[in-house]
């Protein structure tokens, strides 16, 4: 598991994580992305750059720099178009004259229901302007002169969110990249309207059923040793939480914020923000799931009560 007291790399070093995998995080450390976004380079001579990052010149020279003799990037591709995942995609495609790989531009794969909530604006910040070259849909490969990037749609913490098994020579490797998804430092938000907790749900669900996941490489942090046990626990995490808005709407009708007030005693009150897009993100899917209903049309101020 990512022990986050301990994970402190230095921005813009290539670092050796497994045979043929390569991390390099870039500079932008902050509350939400801690130490900063994870890079990573798979292959040997085929280079695949995951989530190149923000658009930074120091880090798009830290990429460049990274590539040994013979080796060439020949795929760009993104898990996510948050603005600390994907903003260097395109400049570093151009550069390496490659084309951009992912799901889909930022509003692919978004829920109806979230398409309905319209901009609530907050949330992580979405790169507006992400358009991959090529779209590559669940269980879609991607495939470099000796590995394969195989493909796992996971939305939930945003609806164009992609995992990536990676095969070496057409076995499985047991290490797979998974963006935002599935984290060992913190959970994931999952903010509306562009995160979906029953989508989220449903996706650790389907990484859960999946065979031979040994390490998971996230976006941020350091990488997941048992991500069995740590799906499992994010699944506990969402499922304790959801007890403890139904628990609060049991004494009355609150709204998200008031919720947020009430269950995040403990955090800084800079992330109550946060906190109240998480709890907005659970009293959707109570909805959806005729356990709590909003008075008047569905919003990120409206009051919820149980049914």
Avoid at 91 to 96: C, E, I, P, T
Avoid at 124 to 147: K, N, Q, R, Y
Wanted: with cysteine; net charge negative.
């Amino acid at each position: 598991m990512d022990d986050h007291t301990t994970f402190n790399p230095k921005a813009g070093l290539a670092e050796t994580l497994a045979p043929g995998i390569r991390r390099i995080l870039a500079p932008n450390p902050s509350a939400m992305t801690f130490r900063g976004t994870n890079t990573y380079l798979v292959g040997y001579r085929d280079i695949a750059v995951i989530d190149p990052g923000p658009p930074d010149q120091a880090h798009l020279d830290a990429i460049m720099g990274a590539l040994e003799g013979n080796q060439r990037i020949s795929h760009v591709v993104v898990t996510h178009s948050h603005i600390d995942h994907s903003p260097l995609a395109m400049v570093l495609a151009q550069v390496a004259g490659v084309k951009v790989h992912g799901f889909g531009p930022s509003s692919a794969g978004r829920a109806p229901v979230m398409a309905a909530l319209g901009d609530l604006g907050g949330g992580e910040g979405i790169d507006e302007t992400f358009m991959p070259d090529v779209s590559v849909p669940h269980l879609g490969e991607i495939a470099g002169s000796d590995w394969t990037l195989r493909a796992l749609h996971t939305p939930g913490h945003i609806g164009n969110h992609l995992c990536f098994e990676l095969d070496w020579d057409g076995t499985f490797s047991g290490h797979v990249f998974s963006g935002d998804m599935v984290m060992g430092w913190a959970t994931s938000m999952v903010s509306p309207p562009d995160g979906h907790l029953t989508d989220f749900m449903a996706s650790l669900r389907l990484l859960q059923g999946r065979d031979g996941h040994a390490t998971y490489h996230p976006g941020h942090g350091a990488p997941v040793d048992d991500p069995v046990a740590r799906v499992a626990s994010l699944q506990e995490h969402r499922t304790g939480r959801e007890s403890q808005i139904v628990q609060a709407l049991d004494k009355g009708p609150a709204s998200a914020a008031g919720l947020a007030a009430q269950i995040y005693t403990d955090v800084d009150p800079r992330l109550l923000p946060a906190a109240t897009r998480n709890v907005l993100a659970h009293l959707i899917d109570l909805n959806a799931r005729d356990i709590a209903a909003p008075d008047g049309d569905l919003s990120e101020t409206a009051v919820f009560s149980l049914r």
